[in-house]
């Protein structure tokens, strides 16, 4: 099992056509994913050929669901367009979008994040990873040689971490692992992920791993109180952070108490979440509590 992506995925790549989405449609689909075409209205019509394997290009992505059955899209497309390109997306009745472009204003990430919403599209990002569910299909540009498929669930606001604690333990594998991103308007959260690995029942434990600023970790943890009974250990990145300053993503904002390492561990640990106090500790902490049966 696994959540929001698997085998049956059929896979559209808005931006295809550009440099970094031909790299990673490549990596994609040597990873097994079902890429079914790309999008752009410039070049609709034509195939791209990679490594053997013709992949169709379409002007819209209306016409890329209707001539494959695609309901999931990875949006490679430059910020400026991004917005468009999800709400096309959401108005061609896409399940999850995968946005993985970065430095999207704010504005845009918080209209088509609402806008998809209401459609019922599912919003994966902005400036993230993508998932991937080992063995069976990669959305985005997540390394899927670093790990195999697992027990572990896994949702992450930063990408780098994800793939840290993916490669720490990669001899238990993975069910799936979400880069929720960490912009300060994401359209899927840590409790979206933890309420899903709940109801999965192939995923036996949870990693979450937060950062600095805003308040996700501290709602992530009041959510394991009340409804998640697996075992979830957390990883917090920032604890040497200087307070009132910005690091890194742009919502990785430290005001006062609220928003630190600190307050954020003890809020996941007052839920029961064993937090680590640096990755390879968290990946230990994970290990024990599998060794002990959860």
Same mark, same amino acid.
């Given at each position: 099992?696994?959540?929001?992506?698997?085998?049956?995925?059929?896979?559209?790549?808005?931006?295809?056509?550009?440099?970094?989405?031909?790299?990673?449609?490549?990596?994609?689909?040597?990873?097994?994913?079902?890429?079914?075409?790309?999008?752009?209205?410039?070049?609709?019509?034509?195939?791209?050929?990679?490594?053997?394997?013709?992949?169709?290009?379409?002007?819209?992505?209306?016409?890329?669901?209707?001539?494959?059955?695609?309901?999931?899209?990875?949006?490679?497309?430059?910020?400026?367009?991004?917005?468009?390109?999800?709400?096309?997306?959401? $108005? %061609? !009745? &896409?399940?999850? @979008?995968?946005?993985?472009?970065? +430095?999207?204003?704010?504005?845009?990430?918080?209209?088509? *994040?609402?806008?998809?919403?209401?459609?019922?599209?599912?919003?994966?990002?902005?400036?993230?990873?993508?998932?991937?569910?080992?063995?069976?299909? $990669? %959305? !985005? &540009?997540?390394? @899927?040689?670093?790990?195999?498929? +697992?027990?572990?669930?896994?949702?992450?606001?930063?990408? *780098?971490?994800?793939?840290?604690?993916?490669?720490?333990?990669?001899?238990?594998?993975?069910?799936?692992?979400?880069?929720?991103?960490?912009?300060?308007?994401? !359209?899927?959260?840590?409790?979206?992920?933890?309420?899903?690995?709940?109801?999965?029942?192939?995923?036996?434990?949870?990693?979450?791993?937060?950062?600095?600023?805003?308040?996700?970790?501290?709602?992530?943890?009041?959510?394991?109180?009340?409804?998640?009974?697996?075992?979830?250990? !957390?990883?917090?990145?920032?604890?040497?952070?200087?307070?009132?300053?910005?690091?890194?993503?742009?919502?990785?904002?430290?005001?006062?108490?609220?928003?630190?390492?600190?307050?954020?561990?003890?809020?996941?640990?007052?839920?029961?979440?064993?937090?680590?106090?640096?990755?390879?500790?968290?990946?230990?902490?994970?290990?024990?509590?599998?060794?002990?049966?959860?």
């Amino acid at each position: 099992m696994a959540i929001y992506l698997t085998h049956e995925s059929k896979v559209l790549v808005q931006g295809m056509t550009g440099a970094e989405g031909m790299k990673h449609t490549r990596r994609m689909l040597a990873a097994g994913t079902d890429v079914v075409g790309g999008v752009n209205p410039r070049k609709a019509g034509r195939t791209v050929d990679f490594d053997g394997r013709a992949v169709p290009v379409f002007g819209t992505v209306a016409e890329g669901i209707a001539a494959t059955g695609a309901d999931v899209t990875v949006v490679f497309v430059p910020p400026a367009f991004a917005k468009s390109a999800v709400l096309e997306a959401a $108005d %061609a !009745g &896409i399940s999850l @979008a995968v946005v993985i472009t970065e +430095g999207i204003p704010v504005h845009d990430a918080v209209a088509f *994040t609402s806008y998809a919403r209401h459609r019922g599209t599912r919003i994966i990002g902005p400036n993230c990873p993508g998932l991937i569910t080992p063995g069976q299909s $990669d %959305a !985005g &540009i997540i390394p @899927a040689d670093i790990t195999k498929p +697992g027990r572990i669930g896994l949702v992450s606001k930063s990408g *780098t971490l994800t793939y840290q604690l993916m490669y720490e333990l990669r001899d238990i594998g993975f069910s799936t692992c979400v880069g929720i991103g960490g912009d300060p308007v994401v !359209g899927t959260s840590h409790i979206d992920c933890l309420a899903a690995f709940q109801e999965d029942p192939d995923t036996e434990l949870v990693v979450l791993i937060g950062e600095i600023g805003g308040d996700a970790e501290e709602r992530a943890a009041a959510y394991i109180r009340g409804h998640v009974t697996k075992p979830v250990v !957390g990883y917090i990145a920032g604890f040497t952070a200087p307070e009132g300053r910005t690091m890194g993503h742009a919502g990785a904002i430290v005001s006062g108490s609220a928003g630190t390492a600190r307050a954020k561990r003890e809020a996941l640990e007052a839920a029961g979440v064993r937090v680590g106090s640096t990755p390879t500790e968290t990946a230990r902490l994970v290990l024990e509590l599998l060794e002990a049966g959860g």
